[in-house]
């Protein structure tokens, strides 16, 4: 029995549309590029408004204290000035008001280390800390960790000569932590390392490889 | 996620205590008090419970520090962290139990955040209660975990009425057993309350963990110079090696002479609604030699008249096992 039709088919070559997103491709231009353009352009309350239950249209929240107040904060060794609800975190204000998305909200309960950032070189749970709080504080989140020319930070580095990190979502915290760690005690023990990671789940159980990249890091420095 | 922002609040933050005091006692009743906030933001975000007013202790410069008592003891503010405690060098040579107790308090982001009078004002964590439900402790008329399937594992063995949920805290144990004193200022003025009788159980009042009432402000922990130096024990036995609350802890501090027990003392956490103090177990011990024979029979005295639940018989051995390696291994 022939069988033509299949023998001589052959699948049809895909068809791109290379048309507008060519010029986007081109341009090198990114998703993640377009929101944060949102968010600098100043549209985040509208991006954002679900999450603050208000936004630039309407009139300001009439609920006692829902009215946000102009604070500056020292973040990375920048002064920022952002508008701070009293009920707002230091990690919705650093994600979501100042463009600094490294810092992740893995629970929202003190209870998993994602959002870490160091306050005076001290870590912290930034999802359970008021931003209010810490105004007179010196916020550093990862982004500040590179230096001004784009050299990676040690422990930085050290996580990817170790590979340290899986899927990594847990490794701005895991950094933040083991940069507290050094600047207090430049030489830990593997056992010291632990307990400052101890504050750090990993769901993808990469600990003993953050420790490998932590003790490397203090060799480095 | 927008579950996840706490409700609006108005936000004060005074610079001194009897600022506070006045805020707490204007807005009694919708009003609270914010340490480090490793407690009250949970409540927040699940919006459990929802203050209009809430008051930001920590602008308040009085609040910390540990400085030594003329009578050669230690006064801690309430607001010093937990990590300040844990790593206060006079701490650490006379009172090595409460920085013990301090490093095991959760993990080290929130021992840097977290206060010691927050440590001992917090609420309790019996589930039922934190997920919001009716209970009696949140002003209804019923108990979820005091049931035969409900899941009591963390609950007590001792003290149950109506409520069966245990104290958290692993600095409340250390503190009862330093004889610790609790300054609290209210409108009224200042007062000090014995550790032992700081915290109260449902026979009290159901609905409190402390004696505080709102416009009553922690100020600070005194510790007596009575127990400076002893020979300490701490040990703290949770799920996990950190972030947990203790399934039973227990610390004690004893005097020994001659290999003999002179004087102690050791309470228990986790066990009960309030940090248990182990009088039989201190009864049993004193003047008797240090040794593996007194240590086993401490241990079997501490347990006696536990009443377990369905799920929590296993806290009875672990007890018992800890308080004979206190008095061994101290």
């Known amino acids: 029995m022939s069988d033509n039709n299949l023998v001589n088919r052959q699948a049809p070559e895909p068809q791109y549309d290379t048309g507008g997103l060519a010029s986007v491709a081109s341009a090198k231009a990114s998703r993640r590029q377009f929101i944060k353009g949102v968010i600098a352009s100043g549209a985040v309350a509208s991006s954002a408004g679900y999450l603050f239950g208000c936004s630039t249209d309407e009139a300001p929240m009439t609920v006692a204290g829902g009215v946000e107040r102009l604070l500056t904060l020292t973040v990375n060794g920048q002064t920022r000035r952002v508008d701070v609800l009293p009920n707002e975190t230091l990690a919705m204000t650093l994600r979501y008001k100042l463009n600094l998305t490294g810092t992740k909200l893995g629970c929202d309960r003190g209870e998993c280390g994602a959002c870490t950032v160091l306050l005076d070189d001290v870590s912290t749970y930034s999802c359970s800390t008021l931003t209010h709080s810490v105004r007179s504080r010196a916020i550093t989140t990862i982004e500040g960790l590179e230096s001004a020319d784009g050299e990676l930070h040690p422990v930085q580095q050290a996580m990817i000569d170790e590979l340290g990190p899986q899927c990594g979502f847990c490794t701005p915290g895991q950094i933040m932590s083991a940069v507290a760690l050094l600047r207090a005690n430049p030489n830990p023990t593997r056992d010291e390392a632990r307990m400052a990671l101890s504050g750090n789940l990993c769901r993808c159980g990469a600990y003993d490889h953050y420790l490998n990249s932590v003790m490397r890091a203090a060799e480095m420095a | ?330």
């Open chain 2, 1 to 330: 996620m927008s579950k996840d922002m706490m409700a609006a609040f108005e936000l004060f933050q005074p610079d001194t205590v009897d600022g506070a005091v006045d805020l707490l006692t204007r807005y009694a009743g919708d009003g609270w008090a914010v340490a480090g906030g490793n407690d009250s933001f949970d409540w927040f975000k699940d919006r459990v419970k929802r203050p209009r007013y809430v008051v930001d202790l920590s602008g308040i410069s009085e609040l910390r520090g540990i400085r030594e008592m003329p009578d050669g003891g230690l006064e801690i503010g309430a607001l010093t962290t937990l990590t300040e405690v844990e790593t206060n060098p006079l701490v650490q040579e006379r009172y090595d139990v409460l920085a013990r107790a301090a490093r095991h308090v959760a993990s080290p982001q929130i021992r840097n955040s977290g206060t010691l009078g927050g440590n001992l004002c917090q609420d309790t964590r019996c589930w039922y209660y934190r997920y919001g439900v009716d209970c009696y402790r949140a002003g209804g008329n019923t108990c979820y975990a005091d049931t035969p399937e409900g899941q009591n594992r963390e609950h007590c063995l001792w003290g149950a009425d109506r409520c069966v949920a245990v104290t958290p805290s692993d600095t409340a144990p250390a503190l009862v057993t330093l004889d610790a004193r609790m300054v609290v200022r209210n409108a009224s003025g200042e007062r000090e309350i014995p550790a032992e009788e700081f915290f109260i159980g449902p026979d009290i009042d159901i609905e409190r963990m402390t004696v505080l009432e709102p416009g009553d402000v922690l100020t600070a922990i005194r510790i007596p110079a009575d127990w400076a130096g002893a020979t300490f024990y701490f040990e703290k036995v949770a799920d996990r090696n950190t972030w947990d609350f203790a399934l039973v802890n227990i610390a004690a501090a004893m005097f020994v002479q001659g290999g003999n027990i002179e004087r102690i003392r050791m309470s228990a956490g986790a066990v009960e609604c309030v940090p248990r103090r182990l009088s039989v177990v201190e009864g049993v011990v004193t003047g008797q030699a240090k040794n593996e024979a007194t240590a086993r029979l401490a241990g079997q005295s501490a347990v006696r008249g536990a009443t377990p639940l369905n799920f929590n018989h296993f806290k009875i051995p672990l007890l018992q096992n800890l308080v004979t390696r206190a008095i061994r291994d101290a």
